[in-house]
């Protein structure tokens, strides 16, 4: 089966960056996603990497991948308590028929 | 709003009730997708419709029953649940199966609990 994986929390102070981590086991996805969920809320697309990218940025938000380690990140600089939320990152499985998610990971950011 | 409306946002229902979730998209999109997401666990794919038919269903208990009656809506019926089915059910659309490049549009959810 498909296997993404995230750690469950991270806690950072407001001003800091925050780095979020991914890993999978099957790397034959074309885009890697990164989701964000506030509390009481759906899944909100916040930005995507082409799998022939090692790096994409957005605003504050760095997107990280490494197809040979099979690892994928978000770095949010400037973290703000808007930013807590939960992470998920997503990719393309069954044959390009689905997206597979991560486990989430908590972001909590202290003042 | 994110252009998939779920209703109700909130619903309480004993064991023995029958209840529907609603899912509206006006995206064009032709595939939906429900999903299942309970405290502390992964999110749970439970079934996917394209052009208004089934394409997977991942063993999800009869309890549940899903409807497509066109490519905008999508229906959830629920029938004697159980205390465990309480959680938040998620509804999604893309372009299509295999148009991913935007990935999936989430709804806000509908947050059951069954007492």
Redesign the interface.
């Known amino acids: 089966g498909e296997d993404v994986e995230q750690s469950l929390f991270l806690s950072v102070r407001e001003g800091d960056s925050s780095v979020i981590n991914c890993t999978y086991t099957d790397s034959s996805s ?2 890697l ?1 990164w ?1 964000k969920q506030e509390p ?6 916040l930005t ?1 990497i082409f799998s022939n990218m090692d790096m994409k940025q957005d605003q504050r938000l760095t997107v990280l991948l490494n197809k040979k380690d099979k690892h994928l990140s978000l770095r949010i600089a400037d973290t703000q308590t808007g930013d807590s939320a939960i992470y ?1 990152c ?1 990719l ?1 499985t069954g044959g ?4 597979t ?4 990971t908590q972001l909590k950011v202290e003042l | 709003e ?1 252009g ?1 409306t ?1 209703t109700p946002r909130h619903l309480v229902m004993g064991m023995t009730n029958k209840k529907s979730l609603k899912c509206e998209q006006h995206l064009g999109h032709n595939a939906m ?1 429900w999903y299942k997401q309970s405290a502390k666990k ?2 749970e ?1 439970m079934f ?1 419709y394209s052009l208004e038919e089934r ?2 269903n991942n063993s999800v208990p009869s309890r549940f029953s899903p409807e497509c009656p066109n490519s905008s809506h999508l229906f959830l019926h629920l029938h004697t649940l159980q205390p465990e089915d309480s959680a938040l059910y ?1 509804c ?1 659309s893309s372009q299509d ?2 148009q ?10 509908t ?1 059951l609990t069954v007492v």
């Open positions: 074309t885009y996603y989701y009481g809320a759906g899944l909100q697309l995507y998920f997503a393309i390009g028929n689905k997206l998610f991560g486990t989430g | 994110t998939v779920q997708y992964p999110l794919l996917v394409v997977e998620l999604a199966l295999r991913l490049y935007h990935g999936y549009t989430f709804g806000s959810g947050r």
